[in-house]
């Protein structure tokens, strides 16, 4: 299945070079040889996000390592792993000591895959993907920022939970690993002294299979496919015997299915509205500031992209209106203005670098969005940095949460002021990547990179500069693109900020310390 997987990876590079994309797609980081820094034995006492308590999912103790039952599952596993095949040879290498890693990857390549905007029908009019009919036309989901935000989040806090209930149980019965009973066993990752049971591996590739096929339903057989590839490796490995692995997915099926119960209420399937909604909602804003966002398509789309995103719930922020931004320069105005100006001289000035920059982070149509960007930067400092799985998904969860309740807030501020577009405002005027379907105050690409880049920093601060500047490399993109004034920029970094410090402040208190 990967070769299927890989293989559509490159279609997508190609286009991606065409569209003058320079780095959209994922690429398969290399990490064979990944040792821990540290195992974390008191990971089962971190505060969990969706859990109630590590022990909420009852896992029963194992038998013993003497015991005749164990002893043929040593025998098992020692035959299987004189018998792989090549294939499952690879398949070992691929999946690594850390499968968080890789499942992230193959969440973003979903995202890249499903998004596609749904173009038009002959008559003129649209079709919105819906999941009730995944397989369309056109089919669903539209892996959108909003949408690939939150899908994030909830694989990753659903990981995170799932390893926290895992590390539970695993310094609770303290059972060794196979290649610690039986010194024969030579397993194919670095040693540790992590317990065995529950199975960690078996826990990430059951919750992340869940939640994906949850999120991409199209995808169901491949998902199960690598599961199932996932799973099978832990043994030929020789990391986990049997048992091991049914206690993991014990723990990774109950917590899909609590993640996904959250996701069934938290109001998405509401943020996309019929026409009618949309109106009312565009008015309020005319008759509140007296103007208002027009969609600039031929032929245009009755309604704008998810305006009740903002309605969503937050993860780690009480209220939207917390962080809801003070109002733009009216149109006009001399602060408005002097931002014209600005895009202006970028349109007939623009250098090499900014148009490269501008590109870099287009994040359009196939790519994995700007959520997938911070998700690539924070994968690359797990590896620099050796994280163990359950403080891998530590980082992808708080970051992913930010990033998610940015969006919705970035959105609630988009629809709450409705602001025109700059093409929409200037004569003239033209952009170098499209417009987006969605208005323009604040900047999606600022309050998404704010958020992942002030969650990165506290998890990474020796590389917080360096975080610091792509988030506002991110920022200044829009401009150069013609996407964005300066306010909406400028205002989206900050709101990203505001919005991650709450995020940031329940991770000090997690017990993670």
Not at 238 to 256: F, H, L, R, W, Y
Not at 424 to 436: R, V
Not at 455 to 479: H, I
Request: hydrophobic share 40%.
């Amino acid at each position: 299945m990967k070769k299927h997987l890989r293989k559509y990876i490159v279609i997508i590079l190609v286009f991606s070079l065409f569209i003058s994309c320079l780095e959209e797609t994922p690429r398969y980081l290399e990490f064979e040889d990944y040792s821990f820094q540290g195992i974390d034995d008191k990971g089962g006492t971190w505060k969990s996000i969706i859990l109630v308590a590590p022990d909420q999912f009852i896992v029963p103790a194992p038998q013993e390592t003497s015991s005749s039952s164990y002893q043929q599952e040593l025998t098992n596993l020692k035959q299987e792993m004189a018998s792989v095949s090549n294939e499952q040879k690879k398949a070992v290498v691929y999946w690594s000591s850390n499968p968080i890693l890789r499942w992230n990857e193959i969440a973003l390549e979903l995202a890249a895959k499903y998004n596609l905007i749904p173009g038009p029908n002959l008559d003129g009019t649209y079709t919105l993907p819906n999941p009730a009919s995944p397989e369309g036309p056109p089919p669903f989901p539209f892996a959108h920022p909003p949408y690939t935000s939150r899908m994030l989040a909830y694989l990753s806090v659903a990981q995170l939970d799932g390893l926290i209930a895992a590390w539970h149980y695993k310094f609770e019965y303290n059972r060794p690993a196979p290649y610690q009973v039986d010194s024969s066993i030579e397993p194919a990752y670095p040693k540790n002294t992590l317990p065995s049971y529950p199975s960690d591996g078996a826990v990430v590739a059951m919750v992340s299979k869940e939640i994906l096929s949850a999120m991409f339903p199209l995808e169901k057989a491949y998902l199960e496919a690598l599961s199932q590839e996932h799973l099978n490796s832990l043994v030929h490995a020789g990391i986990n015997v049997q048992s091991d692995i049914e206690a993991g997915k014990t723990i990774g099926t109950e917590m899909a299915k609590l993640a996904l119960q959250r996701a069934s209420t938290d109001g998405m399937s509401k943020a996309q509205t019929p026409k009618a909604v949309s109106d009312s909602i565009k008015n309020a804003a005319f008759e509140n500031f007296g103007w208002v966002w027009e969609n600039m398509e031929n032929p245009v789309r009755p309604v704008g992209l998810t305006p009740l995103f903002g309605k969503v719930k937050m993860w780690n922020v009480p209220t939207v209106e917390e962080v809801r931004p003070g109002p733009p320069p009216a149109p006009g105005s001399p602060e408005f203005l002097k931002d014209v100006e600005e895009l202006k001289n970028y349109a007939k000035n623009l250098t090499l670098e900014q148009r490269r920059i501008a590109n870099w982070w287009q994040d359009g149509l196939n790519t994995y969005t700007p959520p997938g960007h911070w998700n690539k930067f924070a994968k690359e400092a797990i590896i620099k940095n050796q994280l163990n799985p359950i403080r891998s998904a530590r980082v992808f969860a708080y970051m992913n949460m930010a990033i998610m309740d940015a969006g919705i807030s970035c959105w609630d501020a988009k629809y709450y002021y409705h602001y025109p577009r700059p093409i929409q405002t200037i004569p003239g005027f033209k952009t170098i990547l499209g417009t987006p379907n969605f208005p323009a105050y604040t900047s999606g690409h600022s309050t998404f990179s704010a958020a992942g880049a002030t969650v990165l920093s506290y998890f990474f601060p020796a590389d917080a500069a360096q975080f610091t500047k792509w988030a506002r490399e991110a920022a200044d993109s829009r401009l150069y693109g013609g996407i964005h004034y300066r306010f909406d920029a400028d205002v989206g970094i900050e709101q990203g900020k505001n919005v991650a410090k709450y995020t940031v402040e329940k991770a000090k208190n997690d017990g993670a310390q």
